[in-house]
């Protein structure tokens, strides 16, 4: 019997993809929002953090794993 799902793509995967080297999950990314001003947060050009829109702090991202401490983030001017 031929296996026919061998190799195809999930939705998880095809999720990963369009975010670029940041493999955070879109449903994720979805729920995910500032610790500070409880805003959702965005993917910062570089994918190297997550942004909060409202306080303007960016949370670091370390090997695809937010850090969503106030202590670790940084504020942009």
Do not use: F, S, W
């Not at 990314?29 to 610790?35: N, S």
């Not at 190297?48 to 702090?57: P, T, Y």
């Not at 969503?68 to 001017?77: D, K």
């Amino acid at each position: 019997m031929k296996n026919t799902t061998a190799g195809a793509p999930t939705d998880r995967a095809e999720g990963c993809d369009r975010l670029g080297p940041m493999a955070i999950h879109p449903d994720l990314l979805e729920i995910l929002a500032c610790p500070v001003c409880k805003t959702p947060v965005e993917v910062v050009k570089d994918g190297a953090g997550l942004r909060c829109g409202q306080c303007r702090r960016v949370y670091p991202v370390r090997d695809d794993i937010p850090i969503m401490l106030p202590e670790e983030a940084t504020v942009e001017a």
